[in-house]
């Protein structure tokens, strides 16, 4: 498989790549390629979620998400999940644990997206980057289950972190 760089951006590259199909032709590809990022489902005394309300250009409009964030050069994902709650809540977790690791799109995004869990929480100050327009939920679990069956909450990531909680499958082993 031959590969060549597309486009750069400061977050992600897109390159072109080829894959045989199966009759032997050659088969254009376009693939994303970003650095990884975290989802974090911050459980508030174990009766509460909390969610941020954020505009996303890429829709064009506003999503109901867990907080995330894209992995920084050399960053465990831990470590940038613990970074991207405070930036985004303002809460600090006294204890994070992985859920599970997904790919969101992988039809032309390699993202791998590691899905956390924090718990014993202590509010404090956000810390937003510039371009973060973003309003804090505080929701409990029967809400949340509404929240997901009338379809107020698209967002994959966060579905999948809810769903794991929801289900019992709380934590990787």
């Known amino acids: 498989m031959s590969e060549e760089k ?13 894959q045989t199909g199966r009759s032997g032709k050659q088969l254009e590809r ?30 064009n409009d506003w999503l109901i998400e867990i907080p995330a964030g894209t992995l920084e050069p050399n960053e465990e994902p831990i470590a940038t999940a613990s970074r991207e709650l405070i930036e985004e809540t303002g809460y600090t977790a006294g204890k994070i644990e992985p859920i599970t690791t997904i790919f969101s799109s992988p039809g032309i995004l390699r993202e791998e997206l590691h899905l956390f869990l924090a718990t014993d929480l202590t509010p404090g100050p956000t810390a937003l980057e510039d371009g973060e327009d973003i309003s804090l939920m505080i929701v409990p679990w029967d809400e949340i289950r509404r929240m997901i069956s009338d379809g107020e909450i698209k967002d994959a990531k966060t579905l999948t972190a809810l769903m794991y909680y929801i289900l019992g499958m709380r934590t990787k082993s």
């Open 30 to 59: 376009h693939v994303i390629m970003h650095p990884g990022a975290v989802g974090i489902l911050p459980v508030l005394n174990g009766s509460q979620v909390i969610l941020i309300r954020q505009y996303r250009v890429a829709v």
């Open 6 to 18: 597309l486009f750069q951006s400061r977050l992600f590259y897109i390159e072109k790549r080829f």
